[in-house]
Every structure is written in structure tokens, then in C-alpha cells.
């Protein structure tokens, strides 16, 4: 097929796969079973011998079809969706970890990423938390036993950004699986697979589908991880090419036997979504920069985390990787502000959870968020009392500036 640019791609993808009565997006399939040519077909299908659905928890025509164009935003070797991004971070816990195996972590993540991982260390995975920024405390934390790095492009919500290029040459030296949560990114500004990840995670509620409408979670193998080297695969799922022996095992144990299965309502919620990716990322993260920028020349602002930013720690590493900066900042009020009374003050952005939406929301996050993990934990991870995280959308650039710089004044 013609190699055509990112959205031209995600436009067409449905059509060109041919869909009955030239139907152009690819329609919602509720149905839990499918039917089959003959019981020989049935019987082949699910021997694997044969391409057909099973039961709509391990698949389904719709999903499929998102799978599908997400696995070409990030130039993978295959997707498997899941009913949040949750679902799909957890399934590498259920379909590739064992008890005395270890995982080395950033971090600097998500909050339920984060708890997921205390819950994986109760159950007899050893997890090692490091600050990803820089490439040397992960090379101290592997052991023998150490099965995957994990770690996300721009942190949520003090956009620290982890060496992910040294870090996929480790894991490539040491044959450890690279995992790369992209949410913050997205495959269109930033692809892991540049930096040798081997499984991507992508959000898909978030920027993907990116009108909080709808949830939704994606694992994509990039192809770059050999997984002969990796020791958990089963027996049984040996027989497939090993390019495809994680996704089957992951497909197996994790969607099939845990059941966090994509609904096909949603998935067309989020493929729709995904067609005005990179239009929205480039609006957002236009704002962003404006916004980020009129914040740090305030003095009333005392910190403001944003990537694009020149005073940003890993400015360099996101300005060399990135197709641009993303819609995440952050910042803190100077000392004695209250966060709530300037929150209460914003008259267009939404004080509530999520991320990506066309809409810029705003959270105070040690309150809410990060509130569960307690404070000696938000202050190894840099988080302040006041810290306020912005998604920031879509909106005309004047109308957000306008919002932020009349709260504070
Ligand atoms: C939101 C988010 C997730 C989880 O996605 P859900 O769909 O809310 O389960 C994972 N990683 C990152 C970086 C996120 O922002």
C-alpha cells in the first residue's frame, strides 16, 4: 500500500480494507459470537488454523478495526485494545509477569500506574522505582531477574521526560523488554518504537480519542523486542512465528482470561476521535506553549512545567524527539496562594480528572489525584501543595491566555 502521511492514513485505513455498501467508517458490530462457513470453519477458527472472530471479549470486527489504525500511528506489528488504559497496563501484569520476577519502573507516572505497581509488588514482583530522567539509575536498578523497564514519555503531571533513547539502548544490550507509556505524546508526536521500545501503551481515552466520550486502552508490539528472550512465554504459544509471541500470549492471558474487553460502541467513538488526532495535538499544543509561556513571565506564578519551555529540564531531549511539546503542563502559585480560590476564579477551564480532551481541564492534583499516595511520595516525585495540572484543548488561543491571566488577576 502507499505509504501516505498520518491522517491521511487514519482516514482512509476503514475504506480501503473494503466495507459493505461503501460504508465509509467501519460500522459497530454487537455481536458477541460469529458465524462460520461450515462446523470445520468454527472448529479451525478457533484452533487458530483460520483468521475469524471467537467471542466478542477476545475480539470483535469494530475493535479490530481500531486496532488496526492504531498499530499503523505507531508503526507496530499489531494492537490488542482494551476497555481503558488500565485495562492494558494491567495486562502486562497478568499476561507477562511471574511471582520473583522484577520490574524497573519510573517514577515519575501515571497515579494509577503507580498504585497498579504496589498492588503487582504484593503479589510477588519486585518493582523498583527510578528516576527515569536519567539513564544510569535504571542501568543500577537491573537485576537477573528484571523482565521489563517501564516508563512514560512526558510524566503527568510534572512533565518529566525519561532518557527514552538511552533507556531503549539498555534494555536492547541487556534483551529486557522496553515498554513506553505514549499517552502524553501520542503516536503523533513521538513514536517508541524510535527509541527501540518493544510494547507501547497508548490511552486512548485521552489524546486518541480525545473527546472524553468514550474510554479506551491500547498495547501495541512495535516488532523490536525478540521474544525468545523472553522466559514466560508459554509452551503453547510457541508454535506461532515469535514476532507474534507476545500479542498472542497477551491476547490469551490477559484479554481473554481477565476480560477488560474494548466495547465496539466505544471503539467507534474513539476511531472517530482519532481522525482529527494531529489537527487537535498541533491546536493543543500551540495553546500550551502560549499558555505555559504567559505563566512563567507572571510573578505571581512560581513554577511552570512545560517541555517546550527552555528552562524545562529535558527541553533538549523533547525538542530532539518530539514532533512538538504536547498539551500537558503544569505549574504552582506562588507561596500562600490558594490553589482552590484561583481554580474557582477560571471562568472557560473545567476543574475535573482526565486528559486530552478538546476542552482544557484543570485539576489540583496533590488534592485529588495524587491525593491516596500520601506525602512523602508526592514530594520524592516533585508534586507541591499547589501544583495545578493542565490539559489544555483546543479553545482560541486569546480566549484561554485571557481566562488563566484574569484568575490571577
Ligand atoms: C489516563 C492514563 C492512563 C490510564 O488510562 P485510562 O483509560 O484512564 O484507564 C495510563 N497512562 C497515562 C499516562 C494516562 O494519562
Known amino acids: 500500500m502507499k505509504n501516505y502521511g498520518f491522517t491521511t492514513t487514519i482516514l482512509h485505513n476503514d475504506r480501503q480494507k473494503g466495507i459493505e455498501h461503501g460504508s465509509l467508517h467501519k460500522p459497530i458490530h454487537t455481536s458477541v ?17 483460520e483468521p475469524g472472530f471467537r467471542y466478542g471479549r477476545q475480539g470483535n470486527p469494530t475493535v479490530a478495526a481500531l486496532e488496526d489504525k492504531v498499530s499503523k500511528m505507531e508503526q507496530g506489528v499489531g494492537t490488542i485494545c482494551f476497555a481503558t488504559g488500565m ?27 503507580n498504585s497498579l505497581w504496589q498492588t503487582v509488588a504484593g ?29 512514560e514519555t512526558i510524566a503527568n503531571p510534572r512533565t518529566q521526560i525519561a532518557d527514552l533513547k538511552r533507556i531503549g539502548e539498555l534494555c536492547a544490550e541487556h534483551g529486557i523488554l522496553y515498554i513506553v507509556d505514549n499517552t502524553m505524546t ?12 518493544g510494547l507501547v501503551v497508548n490511552a486512548l481515552t485521552k489524546s486518541i480519542g480525545g473527546h472524553g466520550n468514550a474510554l ?8 523490536a523486542y525478540d521474544w525468545t528472550r523472553f522466559p514466560n512465554i508459554f509452551e503453547n504459544y510457541k508454535k506461532n512465528p515469535a514476532l507474534q509471541w507476545g500479542l498472542v500470549q497477551i491476547r490469551a492471558k490477559a484479554l481473554r482470561d481477565f476480560g ?8 467507534h467513538h474513539i476511531a472517530v476521535g482519532a481522525e482529527t488526532l ?7 499544543s500551540t495553546n500550551a506553549r502560549a499558555l505555559a509561556e504567559m505563566l512563567e513571565a507572571d510573578e505571581r506564578v512560581a513554577a511552570v512545567y512545560y517541555p517546550g519551555l527552555k528552562s524545562h529540564p529535558q527541553h533538549g531531549i523533547a525538542a530532539e524527539l518530539f514532533k512538538d511539546f504536547g498539551s500537558l503542563l503544569s505549574f504552582e502559585l506562588k507561596d500562600g496562594s490558594d490553589c482552590f480560590d484561583y481554580l474557582n476564579k477560571l471562568k472557560l477551564a473545567i476543574p475535573t480528572s482526565n486528559l486530552g480532551d478538546t476542552r482544557t481541564l484543570v485539576i489540583p492534583v496533590s488534592h485529588t ?41
Open 33 to 49: 459470537t460469529f458465524g462460520y462457513a461450515d462446523a470445520r470453519q468454527l472448529a479451525s477458527v478457533f484452533q487458530g488454523k
Open 87 to 113: 485495562g492494558a497496563i494491567g495486562a502486562v501484569f497478568q499476561a507477562l509477569l511471574r511471582a520473583g520476577d522484577h520490574v524497573v519502573s519510573s517514577s515519575f507516572l501515571f497515579g494509577n500506574t
Open 123 to 151: 503479589q510477588g514482583v519486585g518493582v523498583d522505582f527510578v528516576d527515569a530522567t536519567e539513564v544510569a539509575n535504571v542501568a543500577a536498578a537491573l537485576k537477573p531477574e528484571t523482565r521489563m523497564v517501564f516508563v
Open 186 to 197: 501520542s503516536p503523533y508526536l513521538f513514536r517508541p518504537k524510535d527509541v527501540g521500545a
Open 216 to 223: 479506551g486502552g491500547a498495547l501495541t508490539d512495535t516488532g
Open 260 to 267: 477488560a474487553s474494548l466495547a465496539p460502541e466505544a471503539a
Open 278 to 284: 494531529a489537527l487537535r495535538m498541533d491546536r493543543a
Open 369 to 409: 489525584i495524587f491525593y491516596e499516595m500520601g506525602p512523602e511520595r508526592r514530594a520524592s516525585m516533585g508534586i507541591a501543595d499547589s501544583l495545578i495540572r493542565v490539559s489544555v484543548g483546543i479553545e482560541d488561543t486569546a480566549d484561554l491566555i485571557a481566562d488563566f491571566k484574569n484568575a490571577l488577576d
